[in-house]
């Protein structure tokens, strides 16, 4: 199974497999560092997709503790803006509680700036090293429960790129 959608609320939370930087929705979300230097993952194809613009208004921002978010242009993207949270890297402690926020403070300062859809990628499960099924179950599960809430958010579609992370995403959803 390529997607998986469920609506809570007024909220349709999706899993698909694909190339976010493609994706046409109102945001996309970065898995970032804490210094919003995009050279490498998910952030390098961000900047290389979207343009330097990308970098250069990160760069004014500046620093974003882990588990908060930070908001930016979408340069050439079809995305209208990028918001770029900063998850947490195995082994650095609270691993769990910073990936819960850096979901949540994504999906709410989505909100804050009226986006109505949302595409998130799988947040420190790359070279944070933190375990995809961990991810997967945090990530899905928080972003259900702020669906559950009042929210202006009509879309959320969690957006991996390969089979692996894609499968263990469906499985959570799976589960509302």
Known sequence: MEKMEKLINNTKISVIKGDITKIRVDAIV????DRLQHGG???GAIVCAGGWVIQEESDRIGFVPVGNAAITTAGKLPAKFVIHTVGPMMG?????????NATLNSIKLADKNNVKSIAIPAVSAGIFGFPK???????VENAVLY???ETKISEIIFVLFNDDIHRLFLKELEKY
Do not use: Q, S
């Open 147 to 149: 669906a559950r809430g």
């Open 30 to 33: 970065n898995a970032a560092n």
């Open 92 to 100: 650095e402690g609270n691993e769990d509680e910073k990936l819960k």
């Open 41 to 43: 993952g998910v952030a």
């Open 133 to 139: 099924e961990r991810c997967a179950k945090i990530m």
